[in-house]
C-alpha cells in the first residue's frame, strides 16, 4: 500500500520560508506538491520527475524548490518555501504518479497524502 506522510506545515509571515517534507513508501515517475484554499481548486505547485526534471506553477517560480532524495525503502520529497506570501495559505498535499505527461494537473495523480496546513499571514 502506497503511503505519502507530509510534514513541516505551520504559519509564518510575509517574507517568511517553510521547508515540507513527505515521506513516501513509493517511488513514482512523477511526485509533486499540490495546494488548495479554501473555496478553490487543487492546483499544481511542483512536480520532480524521475530523472530531476522540475516543473513549477507561475505563481511560485523563484520562490519555490522541489526536490527528491531516495532513501532505502522510502523517498523523500521536499519543498522549500521562500518569500512566502498570503496568497500561499493552503493545504499542501504530497502527490504521485505513474506518468508525467501533465505533471501540474491534479487529475494525473493515484496517491494523495493526508495533507500539510500552510498559513502565511501579512
Known amino acids: 500500500q502506497v503511503q505519502l506522510v507530509e510534514s513541516g506545515g505551520g504559519s509564518v509571515q510575509a517574507g517568511g520560508s517553510l521547508r515540507l517534507s513527505c515521506a513516501a513508501s513509493t517511488s513514482k515517475n512523477c511526485m509533486g506538491w499540490f495546494r488548495q484554499a479554501p473555496g478553490k481548486e487543487r492546483e499544481g505547485v511542483a512536480v520532480i520527475d524521475s530523472i530531476g526534471r522540475t516543473y513549477y506553477a507561475d505563481s511560485v517560480k523563484g520562490r519555490f524548490t522541489i526536490s527528491r532524495d531516495n532513501a532505502k525503502n522510502t523517498l523523500y520529497l521536499q519543498l522549500q518555501m521562500n518569500s512566502l506570501i498570503p496568497e500561499d495559505t493552503a493545504m499542501y498535499y504530497c502527490?504521485?504518479?505513474?506518468?508525467?505527461?501533465?505533471?501540474?494537473?491534479?487529475?494525473?495523480?493515484?496517491?494523495w497524502g493526508q495533507g500539510t496546513q500552510v498559513t502565511v499571514s501579512s
Open positions: 502527490a504521485a504518479a505513474w506518468g508525467c505527461a501533465r505533471p501540474l494537473s491534479s487529475y494525473a495523480y493515484n496517491y
